[in-house]
């Protein structure tokens, strides 16, 4: 079935530490994909994208990489802060299923102080 | 603020009963896609439209249906409520579909059935 699967359920990391959140999706005709943060009591707020024919893509503290060989994404949060502490989705988009996006199961990040 | 606005924010409503949740998407976007979020569950997609057409359909109950009118809000009813139907209730919208946008998502609508 369709599928975006996260690799780890939670993830501990110390303050100013770098995170990594990982994600793996099935469908290698994807060819977008988003990492959303979803605080308590939120909505899923949009961090970064990728399309399909890039590898890496840079933001603010936030890089993603997109392995297509592995169909293996990943979210890496340098220096991570308290306030980075939430859910984080990884969610891909799929044109032929009228362009929705299937999200997976969410990774927990708790920033210890 | 996002720009997708959802209410109410909280609703409390008892088994066998029917409620209307409401979205107004964020200006200018022209689709709108209602999500589910059980507790310790990701998003589930519900069902998209596009400019007042049904565009995809995901795991929706038959109980539930949904429309988007002429100004693009949008209504999700859900009937015959069961225990299991609480969870928190997502809009999203976007500019277009079968784009490369990402989504805006509202803060959620929070249903209780008890």
């Known amino acids: 079935g369709e599928s975006v699967g996260l690799h780890l359920p939670t993830l501990s990391v110390q303050e100013g530490d770098n995170s990594i959140i990982n994600c793996a999706y099935s469908n290698s005709a994807s060819d977008y994909f988003i990492w959303y943060k979803q605080e308590s009591g939120k909505g899923p707020q949009f961090i970064i994208d990728i399309r399909s024919n890039m590898d890496k893509r840079q933001g603010q503290r936030v890089t993603v990489l997109l392995n297509k060989t592995v169909k293996h994404l990943s979210l890496q949060i340098a220096a991570t802060q308290p306030g980075d502490s939430a859910v984080y989705f990884c969610?891909?988009?799929?044109?032929?299923?009228?362009?929705?996006?299937?999200f997976g199961q969410g990774t927990e990040l708790s920033v210890k102080p | 603020d996002s720009g997708v606005t959802q209410t109410p924010k909280h609703l409390i409503t008892a088994t066998g009963q029917r409620v209307t949740l409401r979205c107004s998407p964020r200006?200018?976007?022209?689709?709108v896609y209602w999500y589910q979020q059980s507790l310790d569950q990701g998003l589930q997609f519900l069902i998209q439209y596009y400019n007042g057409e049904e565009r995809a359909k995901g795991n929706i109950l038959e109980r539930f249906s949904a429309q988007q009118f002429p100004d693009l809000h949008s209504e999700l009813n859900l009937s015959s409520l069961e225990l299991g139907d609480s969870a928190l209730y997502f809009c999203?919208?976007?500019?277009?579909?079968?784009?490369?946008?990402?989504?805006?998502f509202g803060s959620g609508t929070r249903l209780t059935v008890v």
């Open positions: 999203a919208s976007s500019p277009r579909d079968n784009a490369f946008y990402g989504y805006t």
């Open positions: 200006s200018g976007d022209l689709s």
């Open positions: 969610a891909e988009k799929r044109y032929n299923q009228g362009g929705k996006l299937i």
